[in-house]
């Protein structure tokens, strides 16, 4: 059988345990065993932990902008690259470098799309430094912030925090710092947007707030 075939049908039928589970009662999140303080003051934080390497987290991406387009405004939304694993870490000060120059909400998108579609190698600083001129970012700018403190620093905090939230596969998302989900605790895509407004709705009754 044609590898990508094959390749295919079994995530067909990962989606269809996924949901076949969440069908069967299976909860759609769990608490997180050490609650973590949130950043957002009085709004309720949403977080995604990610990786650009990570094709269920490009898949997710359209679903999550879709989403974070209608968020209430108590609610703040943010991501954490991950870095588990050394190899994850050029990929999180991609992240923080482009965060660096304001170029988030531009490229943060293509940047999934070159690595999952185009196949560019961004853990190839060359690689990496050419693409960014071909989409208009000055190189000598971002090479600055590349080797910044602060997106060093940053790097190494995303370390700390992928370990204080114990996370260990990607995408997750974690609600106020207390509660965990992801596709495959809520069955899909559109199961876990619905199970990311139930933890909102809950964290809101928990902080005593009305939306």
């Known amino acids: 059988m044609h590898l990508k075939k094959w390749l295919g049908l079994i995530g ?19 608490p997180l065993a050490n609650p973590q303080a949130v950043e957002s003051g009085e709004k309720i934080e949403v977080v995604e932990f990610f990786w650009y390497g990570c094709s269920h987290c490009f898949d997710l991406e359209p679903f999550l902008k879709k989403w974070t387009a209608k968020l209430p405004k108590d609610v703040e939304f943010r991501r954490i690259p991950a870095v588990p694993t050394e190899r994850w870490m050029p990929n999180a000060r991609t992240y923080y470098t482009l965060e660096a120059l304001g170029l988030l909400d531009r490229l943060h998108g293509e940047v999934f799309d070159a690595v999952h579609i185009d ?33 060093q620093s940053k790097t190494k905090r995303a370390v700390l925090l992928t370990q204080s939230f114990d996370i260990t596969g990607v995408p997750t998302l974690v609600v106020d710092g207390k509660y965990v989900t992801s596709v495959s605790m809520a069955g899909s895509p559109e199961g876990l947007m619905k199970t990311l407004d139930e933890l909102i709705a809950k964290a809101r009754a928990e902080r005593g707030k009305k939306k």
């Open 12 to 30: 067909l039928s990962l989606a269809l345990a996924a949901g076949t589970a969440a069908a069967q009662g299976k909860p759609s999140y769990k």
């Open 119 to 151: 196949r560019v190698n961004f853990n190839d600083e060359k690689i990496q430094l050419e693409w960014m001129a071909k989409k208009g970012v000055d190189r000598a700018k971002f090479n600055e912030a590349w080797k910044s403190f602060s997106v």
